[in-house]
């Protein structure tokens, strides 16, 4: 079926065809629709739907739906995959249908609407000075939620076959040449940085960069190269876990917070979800008030555990944490690149990296003499 280009294109023929198709409804039709709300974004289109069946419509018969049109094609596929495999987890929101074209770069898909329940985890406009912080309720609903989705994939074999859409050269080749060539890839992103910015930079600052990267492939040879051939420890993440990502519904509802937008799920170390979660979003007294980055970590190993994690310790994910943190500190000149050094979100992000690399000692992860 052809996918849709625009949101008007959404008509109610079309969704007559598909809710026949995946058997939402078993006879009858959609009489009418309207949009609610629509959302522009970078790469998709997105709005909130309300419709009418005919008269003889019978099954499930849902009135409200949230319809993505993207011309990314990984989220389509990721949700086309749980539906082949009959994976429904309730920390993911339920998908109608799923499809996207390779040739002309569009995908659609249907969601159930949660947008009567969905309370945000914060007031996005209020956290542009970044106090705004989720109260605890909702901060640990999306830990629990991070850790099942976590916890369902765990070492999951299956990943890794020839033919599945998460499979990658990370996992075909030789991980010290990918890890090499990112490295080189790294080098050259912080020098086109300095080449603008050093004159501003803390000299310590500058002294961090360059020995991270000096120290890049030590670090992955001594902590993951072994768990990458064993694939030991790894799982699917969201891949860019902010808060955003997340719907947060309210306490009538009875549903657990729900995982959204899987444009980068992807196999890897699960602490790269966290530290998007917590270190990216926080500042050092956002994180230390009452011990609330500790608590984060606690009760994710702790919900790990309750949805079947063995042989996984808090001491071994404190150290993924700080190793993952190694690696995403380069992200920050990725963001610089993308968003531009005007925008003081990106440099809120770098600092915040920059203090939890400090105040983990990430460093001292290259303390070993070297053989």
């Known amino acids: 079926m052809k996918i849709p280009r625009e949101l008007t294109e959404v008509t109610p023929e079309y969704l007559t065809k598909i809710l026949l198709k995946n058997g ?4 009858g ?3 009418s629709l309207s949009i609610r709300k629509d959302i522009v974004g970078v790469n998709s289109n997105s709005a909130h739907f309300e419709i009418k069946y005919s008269s003889d419509s019978k099954g499930e018969k849902n009135t409200k739906f ?12 990721f949700y086309i995959y749980l539906a082949e495999n009959e994976i429904n987890l309730d920390v993911i929101i339920k998908c109608y249908y799923a499809d996207f074209d390779n040739k002309a770069k569009s995908s659609i898909l249907i ?11 914060i007031d996005l406009a209020a956290f542009v000075p970044r106090f705004n912080v989720p109260n605890d309720d909702k901060y640990f609903g999306m830990i629990e939620s991070l850790a099942e989705f976590h916890a369902h994939w765990w070492e999951d074999n299956s990943l890794y076959k020839q033919d599945s859409i998460f499979n990658s050269e990370m996992w075909n080749n030789d991980t010290r040449k990918v890890i090499k060539e990112w ?13 603008v910015e050093k004159n501003w930079l803390p000299k310590e600052t500058i002294s961090l960069f360059d020995n991270a990267i000096d120290n890049f492939e030590f670090v992955w040879k001594k902590y993951f190269h072994s768990r990458v051939l064993e694939k030991k420890h790894y799982t699917l993440i969201n891949g860019d876990s902010y808060f955003q990502q997340f719907l947060c519904l309210s306490k009538e509802s009875k549903e657990k917070t729900k995982l959204i937008d899987f444009q980068d799920v992807h196999i890897n170390n699960p602490a790269r979800d966290l530290i998007h979660l ?4 926080l500042n050092p007294a956002q994180r230390y008030y009452k011990n609330r980055e500790q608590k984060l970590l606690k009760h994710y190993h702790k919900t790990l ?6 042989n996984y310790s808090f001491e071994q994910l404190m150290i993924d944490y700080r190793v993952e943190l190694s690696f995403i500190l380069f992200f920050s000149l990725w963001d610089y690149s993308y968003q531009g050094s005007d925008d003081p979100y990106w440099w809120y992000k770098f600092q915040n990296v920059n203090h939890a690399y400090i105040d983990l000692k990430c460093a001292e992860l290259f303390k070993e003499e070297r053989k």
Do not use: M, S
């Open 24 to 27: 939402h409804i078993k006879q």
């Open 29 to 31: 039709c959609v009489e």
């Open 66 to 77: 949230f319809i993505k049109l993207d011309k990314n094609d990984n989220e389509a596929k």
């Open 111 to 121: 969601f159930k609407d949660y947008a009567d329940i969905h309370e945000p985890p």
């Open 183 to 195: 490295a080189e890839d790294c080098r050259k992103d912080w020098n086109k940085f300095l080449t």
């Open 278 to 281: 917590i270190i990216k979003k």
């Open 305 to 310: 555990k309750r949805f079947g994690v063995v």
